[in-house]
């Protein structure tokens, strides 16, 4: 398992309780929250690294232990909810509404 620090704020991706969603129908997607803490030692700022379900490079899913090749797509998984970290282009983040901050949210 790895975490997740945002470069900018040094603050690491956690997820949310599994009840709070972005609004659905008021300008967001309905799907989990995703939020970023300072706390370091975190237990629930864990993400684990899977396989995609197409793999672009090799055109072919990942195995267990197959190393990661550089530019492959991968998928993080938060290792609590079992939820992937998704992001939406459709989807202004809820804070920092300015173009280009996109909302990230739980999903799966």
Known sequence: AIKLRHVQSKKYFLKSNANQQYGAGSGGSGQQVVTLSTARGDPDAFWQIRESHVDT???????????????????????????????????????????GNNEVSGFG
């Not at 090749?69 to 939406?88: E, P, Y």
């Open 57 to 99: 490079i090799t055109n072919t899913t990942c195995r267990n232990g197959t190393p990661i090749q550089c530019g492959s797509t991968i998928r993080l998984t938060h290792v609590g909810s079992n939820k992937n970290l998704h992001s939406h282009d459709q989807y202004l983040a809820p804070l920092s509404q300015a173009h």
